[in-house]
Structure formats: C-alpha cells, structure tokens
C-alpha cells in the first residue's frame, strides 16, 4: 500500500466510496410496510379494510397498518408479537365497517 497508514483509519480510495452503504448501513431484511404502502392514494377505491392500532400509554389510540384481508392483519399481529413482545398486548385488529374489535386468533 503506497504511502504511510497507520492501520486505524480507513483508506479513501474508490472502492471504499462504493461500498460505504454496504459497509455501514443496517440491512433491513424484515421491515414494515412504510405509510405510502399502507394508506390508500387520493381517488383509489377503499376496499373492505381491517386496521391494526396501537393504545399507547399517554397518547390517543393510533392506526399502525391497514389491511385487505383478515389473513394480513393476523400475519402483521404475529409479527409484533414476535419482534415487540412487550408491546403486543396493545395492539388490537380492528373491523372499521362493523366498528368492533376482532378477536386474536389463538396460538
């Protein structure tokens, strides 16, 4: 390697340019869905909808996902269940055409 490198700090050639990104940012593999793939656009045609929400400790309850089918809800409470599960008991499925709560699929 031309030059004097004291072995600590990173050589700033090309290569490491490119690579930054993948030497240092967090992977997300397994992410959730941002709020532009939850929310409908303006002007799409609002299907049957089922909406997971969240009850916080100070704040007003507040929508975290909205789904087409029950099967996605229940897939999305799995997945809190699993990555948060101190936060799952306050999460809950909700039917906003019936107006009622859904009750969680047994395990």
Known sequence: MP???DGKTRPSNDQYRKNFDDIFKKKQTD??????ERWPRQGEVIKKMYEVW???RIQDELVVA???NLDDAYDHMDKIRIVRPKAY???YIWDPEK??????RSI
């Open 3 to 5: 030059g004097k490198w």
């Open 66 to 68: 909205r789904f087409d």
């Open 31 to 36: 992410r959730f869905p941002t709020a532009e």
């Open 99 to 104: 107006k009622v709560k859904i009750e969680q």
């Open 54 to 56: 969240y009850i916080p």
């Open 89 to 91: 008991p306050h999460h």
